[in-house]
């Protein structure tokens, strides 16, 4: 296997890391004005992803890092032609950070408020624009020759990313109901467990439909295999939601977005950014991709470190296993 493919491979595994661990996060700051009822709830509902949110995001710093080493002709011009909806997702994304780390510096009401509508907004605009950019990169965008972007901001809002947007929303809200569901006890538990049941149903429609739209604009047999799977994934964890098995359930909704994002890369694979005008102007796994000394180099650093960070995160997770209710919040 020519190393293009590897590294086009472990882009691939770095954004399904990503939206696994990352959708159950945005997933929970879109519920807490839901199922957190009171203060003492909300903080229930931020302390289960307290300990792992941070760490979740350095997949996509990862993902980032890794694409603009292996296919800086893709980072750039993904980069320069998504600027806008990109920096909106950064910008929800720090002020999300800032949220988690400010809203209990100051007791009061309007303040935690505040600090909670930023955590709900910060989690919601990443969850649209997140599906918004990778349905264009599928779809195509119109790219020149010399692969340089030439559309504008109208050019990503057409209905099939606007769909895309909406499907990733909805999948993360369940994959959120569901680790909360996980992660509680009591009330919170109960209520999330419904609304997973309830926003599985409405999300199975939604992928359905996307999957089924991408399948008429790029497809092989690997991809309709898969986007199979995903809607199957789906469903199942919906069912174990239902029964009360929140762990199956869990591994459904992550296998549901595994399933989904590699529909995507399968299907966009050779190519990694199709031109709408011009044939010269798509970009490929090879044309985009750095020298073989370089992804020769950077191979080897990922087989020695790799192993080494999905052990620390691994273990992260282990230590904070435990759920969590509102009797283990000081009621202050």
Not at 71 to 90: C, H, M, R, V
Not at 192 to 213: N, S
């Amino acid at each position: 296997m020519e190393l293009t493919t590897v590294w086009f491979l472990l882009v691939a595994v770095l954004f399904t890391g990503y939206f696994i661990l990352e959708g159950f996060d945005f997933g929970v700051g879109m519920l807490l004005p839901v199922l957190g009822r009171n203060d003492r709830e909300r903080r229930v509902l931020i302390n289960t992803i307290g300990p792992v949110w941070d760490g979740n995001e350095v997949w996509l710093i990862t993902a980032g890092g890794a694409m603009f080493a292996a296919f800086p002709e893709w980072y750039a011009t993904l980069f320069s032609g998504f600027y806008l909806p990109l920096l909106l997702i950064l910008l929800a994304l720090i002020a999300r950070g800032v949220a988690f780390e400010y809203r209990h510096k100051r007791p009061e009401a309007s303040w935690k408020r505040r600090w909670d509508t930023a955590i709900f907004i910060g989690s919601l605009l990443p969850a649209i624009l997140w599906g918004v950019a990778f349905a264009n990169i599928l779809r195509g965008v119109p790219l020149a020759a010399d692969h340089e972007y030439v559309g504008g901001l109208l050019n990503l809002l057409n209905p099939y990313a606007l769909l895309g947007g909406a499907t990733t929303a909805a999948l993360f809200l369940t994959h959120g109901a569901v680790f909360i569901a996980l992660k509680t006890v009591g009330d919170i538990r109960d209520r999330a467990r419904t609304l997973a049941v309830r926003l599985g149903i409405g999300t199975a429609v939604l992928a359905v439909a996307f999957l089924t739209w991408t399948l008429t604009i790029r497809s092989n047999t690997a991809a309709i295999v898969l986007a199979t799977g995903a809607a199957l994934a789906l469903l199942a964890g919906t069912a174990a939601a239902h029964t009360r098995r929140e762990g199956w359930a869990f591994t459904g909704t992550a296998v549901a977005i595994a399933l989904a994002v590699a529909t995507l890369f399968t299907a966009l694979f050779p190519n990694v950014m199709p031109s709408t005008l011009d044939p010269a102007g798509t970009l490929t796994a090879t044309n985009a991709a750095s020298t073989p000394y370089t992804l020769k180099i950077m191979t080897w650093v990922a087989v020695v470190f790799t192993p080494i960070v999905l052990a620390y995160q691994g273990w992260t997770y282990w230590v904070f296993r435990k759920r969590i209710g509102v009797a283990h919040i000081p009621n202050h």
